[in-house]
């Protein structure tokens, strides 16, 4: 069975940090480019950040860009999303997510709270 188990949220003031890390089946993941997802309350889920299988280029929305950093390490089939300068904002469940041309699969999520 694949699974993609995320970890690493919490909560935190603004102005703070987290590192989330989501660890995935080894059969699927270094084949796997990887996204981050996050669903705030009331608001549906986008993608925040993603990183490639082949070439590990990086792709974050603008409103993380600068303050987020994803990585993957390969040899221990995990993904990771260090987040620095959390904002309020940022607050909601955070997915880890397989991306095309793989077939998709999702992590159960992990929240994320960030107070002012």
């Known amino acids: 069975q694949v699974q993609l188990v995320e970890s690493g949220g919490g909560f935190v003031q603004a102005g703070g940090s987290l590192r989330l890390s989501c660890v995935v089946s080894?059969?699927?993941?270094?084949?796997?480019?990887m996204g981050w997802y996050r669903q705030a309350p009331g608001k549906q889920r986008e993608m925040v950040s993603s990183?490639?299988?082949?070439?590990?280029?990086?792709h974050y929305i603008d409103p993380v860009k600068g303050r987020f950093t994803i990585a993957r390490d390969n040899a221990e089939s995990t993904v990771f999303l260090q987040m620095t300068s959390l904002k309020p904002e940022g607050t909601g469940v955070y997915y880890c997510k397989t991306l095309p041309p793989v077939v998709d699969y999702w992590g159960q999520g992990t929240q994320v709270t960030v107070s002012s």
């Open positions: 080894r059969m699927i993941f270094s084949v796997s480019t």
């Open positions: 990183i490639n299988a082949g070439n590990g280029n990086t």
